[in-house]
């Protein structure tokens, strides 16, 4: 009984200590290899392997490989999209040990493990969390005889876990000031590529980084012109999907029979003008990712279809009696309310609750003003690059400008104005009639309007910010808003709103 107790009592012993070696190093090169040491040492394992996801998910390096008492000293990057090493793949897309008491190389690709004596015969591999709680690495260690180490997934990636916030923050600690960025500047690789240091931009990279390496399907929602296209290609480009293909396909932008055989193809004979079998789109994405632009409007019958291919991951090309599986990654996007358009019936519930496993909602341009100058500064730099220019300086005035404007078409409203104010620049200089700026989204500087004035100018903004996030579809509008149409319709009389500015 004595015994049983002390055994605990001996390994809990022997981690404590683990962490404190580990908390007392200063040197952040020393970490990799300290934790390799330590996770052999613990398990009692011949081999321990630590790998890190570089800040844009798309290199996965071995840094430290602890052998026979002795480190490694070598350093080997994967492929970027670790199609070869299936079991560390399955940790980083699942988010979840793997523990295999009987590894049989047979069935199972081993070539990340080094070649020693005897075959490896046991495996514990751990996905690493950082302070986002986004996979940043793999822990993994490895017997040559048949043992199951599934006892030592909880501690060791405790201990891996505590390693990494430790590296993390040494090398914090220990880069030059110089290095630090500027309060605006472009994107960080760890916000994949998107531009943005908000609160609310900080909030969808946490969310990107929660589905980057899992195949879930993932649902956009926002405004227009917030960005989703740009989501959706950064969570293809900085998943594991990277290497195969990313197609567009906007659904509101063809007629239903079009949009059928542009998506599952057709073969020969099924409609007049069908000469040869041609692929669809789900094929044309196998292996990558698909992204369908205002799922919304898809029509019924497609939605059906499409809810296949979720289920089941089954295609049926037109004018086909056969099935055939695909393996794709659905990233849908619209702007409109989805659930509302569930209980008008133009939208099927099931396809709704299928996508909506992982919303994500892009905030509005006026949500995020922390990010307007920053947006700006990069738009002006790629259209000065555009053009052969030296890039353009901007005045304090041209800045005030722009801050102080609502953006009622966001990003993409952002983009157009700063690439005509560099076209129209020629001295050099951006200033403030460079920009053209709707008086509908510009804030109310004139202080000899009375409160009633004023009143009618926030709601004539509110009610020509809904109009356009419905596209001019009265009856939705008056829905969100919660009035009858007919009232919607006497206050756009009323403020003079007319389709011209919808």
Known sequence: MLGQIAQPLAYAEQLLQQF??????AGAERLPAALAEAAAQLSGCRLAQLYLLDSTHTCLTLA?????????????????????????????????PLSLASLDPSLHETSFLPVIDKPWRSLLCLPLQDEQARVAGLLLVAASGTRDLEGFAASLASL???ALAQHQLLQRLRAPRASLPEPISPALPSDYGLIGTSPAMRGVYQLIGKVLHNPTSVLLTGETGTGKELVARAIHDCGFRRSQAFIVQNCASLPENLLESELFGYRKGAFTGAERDRKGLFDAADGGTLFLDEIGDMPLALQAKLLRVLQEGEVRPLGSTQTHK???????????????????GRFREDLFYRLSHFPIELPPLRARAEDILQLARHFAEQASAFLQRQPCRWSEAALDHLAGYAFPGNVRELKGLVERAVLLCEGGELLPEHFNLHPAGLGDTDSAMNLRERMEQVERNLLLDCLRKNRGNQSQAARELGLPRRTLLYRMSRLQISQADV
Do not use: K
Request: charged share 25%.
């Open 20 to 25: 404190t070696h580990l908390a007392r190093l």
């Open 64 to 96: 430290a490989e602890w052998l026979d008492g002795q480190l490694a000293e070598h350093e080997a990057s994967l492929p970027s999209d670790y199609d070869g090493e299936q079991l560390l793949q399955y940790c980083l897309c699942q988010n979840r």
């Open 160 to 162: 891996g876990t505590f």
């Open 326 to 344: 695909v393996d794709v990654r659905i990233v849908a996007a619209t702007h409109r309310d989805l659930r509302a358009l569930v209980e008008e």
